[in-house]
């Protein structure tokens, strides 16, 4: 499991039924892609965050794959429709194994 890894999430409390919302995600990790050498020239193990996925009462929203090149700290922003009160669940996987997850609740009018 990587050190200091932390999801952040923001997602609005309250919607109107059927409102399009924006989700914003940020994941701090090194993401470190495996081509790199440390200072003895030794391959420094790739480990980095290689999907992510975001469900709203138990239904896919988003699913990304990600590859070494993604940048350290991965950041999502996506729109999705709110159709009725719930949560919204985030996951991010390690190549290490490690799963982050976050969950968010929405109230809907």
Known sequence: MAENVKP???VPRDAT????????TLISHPMESGLRKDGDGNLIPRSI???FTCDFNGQNVIDVTLE???????YFEFETVVPESGAFE???????????TDTK???VN
């Open 49 to 51: 965050i290689n999907r």
């Open 90 to 100: 985030f996951t991010w996987y390690d190549d290490d194994g490690s799963v982050y």
């Open 17 to 24: 039924a059927g409102e399009v919302i924006t989700i914003k």
């Open 68 to 74: 070494p090149a993604i940048s350290t700290n991965p």
């Open 105 to 107: 609740e929405i109230a």
């Open 8 to 10: 952040r999430v923001r």
